[in-house]
C-alpha cells in the first residue's frame, strides 16, 4: 500500500514564525499535492508539484510557498505564519495524472497562536 | 469560486436507512467525478468514481448516479452502517486537470 507520512500530526506556532510542514510517499508518486481543509470549505489546493523542482500554484497559494528538491518529498513553507493560516493541512501524492486516485496523509492540524 | 456544490453539509441517518449526498457543478467540460471517504483522523481515499458514459456505477452498497443534463451527481449509500460514518466529498475534473473537490459532507449513522 502507498504510504504518504507527514511529519507532524499536531503542530502549535506562534504568529510571525516560519513553519515547515513535511511531506514523504514512498512509492515513487510524480504528482505531490498540499491541501487545506477548514469545515464548511472543504479541500482547498494550495499548490502541487508534477514533478521534481517543479511547483504549480493551486487556488490559494497566498503566505505559502513549497519544496520539492527529492521525489519523495515535498515540503510546505509557511513563511510568517499568521492566525488565518490554523488549519488541518494534508498532503496527497498520485501517480500518472493529477486527477487519478490521490493517496493522502492523516495531515497536520497547525495552530497558530 | 465555488465550482462544485455538495449538499448537505451534514447528514444523520438510521443503520440500515439510505444516505443521499448531492453534488452539482456548473462546467460542462468536466469529465471525471470521483467520491472520497474520509474517516476520522486519516486522511481521504477515494471510494468510487464515474465517467460521463454511464448514468449509474455501483460498488457494493455504494451507488453513484449521474445526470448529465441537470449537471449533478450523487452518491447513495445503500443499508447505511455505523462503520460508514465519515466525512465524504465529491469531486470533478476536466481533461487531465486537477480535481476540484467539494465542501463534504458529515455523515453520521446510528445504531
Known amino acids: 500500500d502507498v504510504k504518504v507520512t507527514q511529519s507532524s500530526r499536531y503542530l502549535v506556532k506562534r504568529t510571525g514564525e516560519k513553519v515547515f510542514l513535511e511531506c514523504v510517499q514512498d512509492?515513487?508518486?510524480?504528482?505531490m499535492f498540499w491541501y487545506r481543509q477548514d469545515p464548511g470549505l472543504g479541500l482547498r489546493l494550495i499548490y502541487f508539484?508534477?514533478?521534481?523542482?517543479?511547483?504549480e500554484k493551486g487556488d490559494i497559494p497566498e503566505g505559502y510557498s513549497v519544496s520539492r528538491e527529492k521525489k519523495e518529498r515535498f515540503s510546505l513553507i509557511l513563511e510568517s505564519a499568521s492566525t488565518n493560516q490554523t488549519s488541518m493541512y494534508l498532503c496527497?501524492?498520485?501517480?500518472?495524472?493529477?486527477?487519478?486516485?490521490?493517496?493522502f496523509g492523516s495531515g497536520t492540524q497547525l495552530s497558530v497562536l | 469560486q465555488q465550482q462544485v456544490k455538495q449538499s448537505p453539509q451534514s447528514l444523520i441517518v438510521q443503520k440500515g436507512g439510505i444516505s443521499i449526498i448531492n453534488c452539482a457543478y456548473e462546467?460542462?467540460?468536466?469529465?471525471?467525478f470521483p467520491w472520497y471517504q474520509q474517516f476520522p483522523g486519516k486522511g481521504p481515499a477515494l471510494l468510487i468514481a464515474?465517467?460521463?458514459?454511464?448514468s449509474e456505477k455501483k460498488e457494493g452498497r455504494f451507488t453513484i448516479s449521474f445526470n448529465k443534463s441537470a449537471k449533478q451527481f450523487s452518491l447513495h449509500i445503500m443499508d447505511s452502517q455505523p462503520g460508514d460514518s465519515a466525512t465524504y466529498f465529491c469531486?470533478?475534473?476536466?481533461?487531465?486537470?486537477?480535481?476540484?473537490f467539494g465542501t463534504g459532507t458529515r455523515l453520521q449513522v446510528f445504531p
Open positions: 496527497a501524492s498520485s501517480l500518472g495524472g493529477l486527477r487519478e486516485k490521490l493517496f
Open positions: 512509492m515513487d508518486h510524480e504528482n
Open positions: 508539484s508534477y514533478d521534481v523542482k517543479m511547483k
Open positions: 462546467n460542462t467540460a468536466f469529465d471525471y
Open positions: 464515474i465517467r460521463p458514459d454511464v
Open positions: 469531486a470533478a475534473s476536466k481533461n487531465t486537470d486537477k480535481l476540484i
